[in-house]
């Protein structure tokens, strides 16, 4: 019965190599979002999509990229990965402004 | 724009004792804080949230505390238990879609 579903759950890309980063949700949620989070750090917000409009956050880098195709699902694509950029990449879910709930991540590690 | 400041960073504390977790936040508009249990490798769970129309909220074990005048809000974990171990993240929001996170405390619970 998860409601907010990530896959993969681990992935590892080599320097450059285009990866993306699913998210899925059960529950009917209008707000999808994407974190960064880095070891022992708080997370990132990168940008979010309310509904159909996209969001992004000022410093989120060119680098990363978002799509919804639908209500359920939201992509996050790193379209030239480098070492920084490897991290647990979590999604999350609302209605409207209300309470975020967490997918389980996918831990990225770029080679 | 809005910052949350967490402290302490780590707390060790003896099985049955309590554990108090500290937060302020910059922005008087914040009406919505949440706080997050996050295990190691696991996803952010909420565990309570308060709203600025409120002053102290229970769950069983779990409170939290919020004075908006000093715009500072707290989490008291008693008799706590080494399932209690965990990193907690509070949080802030005026009530949009972005959510500021504190840095975490990294909170052990010695059996």
């Known amino acids: 019965d998860a409601m907010v579903i990530q896959n993969p759950r681990y992935q590892v890309t080599q320097f450059g190599k285009p990866v993306t980063l699913s998210c899925s949700q059960t529950?009917?949620?209008?707000?999808m979002y994407w974190y960064q989070q880095k070891s022992s750090q708080a997370p990132k917000l990168l940008f979010h999509?309310?509904?159909?409009?996209?969001?992004n956050e000022a410093d989120t880098p060119d680098n990363f990229q978002s799509r919804r195709p639908n209500t359920s699902f939201c992509f996050l694509d790193i379209r030239s990965p480098g070492l920084g950029d490897a991290a647990m990449y979590l999604c999350?879910?609302?209605?409207?402004?209300?309470?975020?709930?967490f997918g389980p991540g996918t831990r990225l590690t770029v080679l | 724009g809005e910052n949350v400041e967490q402290h302490p960073s780590t707390l060790s504390v003896q099985e049955g004792d309590s554990a108090v977790i500290k937060c302020t936040y910059s922005d008087s508009a914040s009406n919505y804080f949440p706080w997050y249990k996050q295990e190691l490798g696991k996803r952010p769970q909420l565990i309570i949230d308060i709203r600025s129309n409120v002053g102290e909220k229970k769950d069983q074990r779990i409170a939290v505390t919020l004075n908006k005048t000093a715009k500072h809000f707290s989490l008291h974990i008693t008799e706590t238990q080494p399932e209690d171990s965990a990193v907690y993240f509070c949080?802030?929001?005026?009530?949009?879609?972005?959510?500021?996170f504190g840095a975490g405390t990294r909170l052990f619970v010695k059996a």
């Open positions: 999509y309310y509904d159909k409009d996209f969001n």
């Open positions: 529950l009917n949620h209008n707000v």
């Open positions: 949080a802030a929001s005026t009530g949009g879609f972005k959510t500021i």
């Open positions: 999350a879910t609302s209605r409207a402004t209300d309470t975020q709930y």
